[in-house]
């Protein structure tokens, strides 16, 4: 069974840091390419970072680019994104996603591409 579960959100100041974490079941985490989108109400769904079924490759978004990173750790069969310097403009519900059976290295950066979703988690950046 195909499992995205995403936690590590919440409220913080400008400035401040959060770490989501999406924990997939083991055969998405070993089988996918690996994505956050976010969306913001009333916007629509917009990539944030991805890296690679191998975790040799990453991409971000220009907007978060120098600011978060995103990784992934086999043993615990999990998906990070550090966050730092939050802005405001960061508010927004977060997503996990996973594309499956792309090749090694590659990395997709649209929502049509993902095949798994989890069910988001609220991100509130305060001036």
């Known amino acids: 069974q195909v499992q995205l579960v995403e936690s590590g959100g919440g409220l913080v100041q400008a400035g401040g840091s959060l770490r989501l974490s999406c924990a997939a079941s083991?055969?998405?985490?070993?089988?996918?390419?690996m994505g956050w989108f976010r969306q913001a109400p009333g916007k629509e769904r917009d990539f944030v970072a991805a890296?690679?079924?191998?975790?040799?490759?990453?991409g971000y978004a220009d907007s978060v680019k120098g600011r978060f990173t995103i990784s992934r750790d086999s043993a615990k069969t999990t998906v990070y994104l550090q966050m730092n310097s939050l802005k405001p403009e960061d508010t927004a519900v977060y997503y996990c996603?996973?594309?499956?059976?792309?090749?090694?290295?590659?990395?997709?950066?649209?929502?049509?591409?993902?095949?798994?979703w989890g069910q988001g988690t609220q991100v509130t950046v305060s001036s």
């Open positions: 890296i690679s079924k191998s975790g040799s490759n990453t």
């Open positions: 083991e055969r998405t985490f070993r089988t996918s390419a």
């Open positions: 996603a996973a594309d499956e059976n792309l090749s090694y290295g590659r990395l997709s950066y649209f929502p049509r591409e993902y095949d798994y």
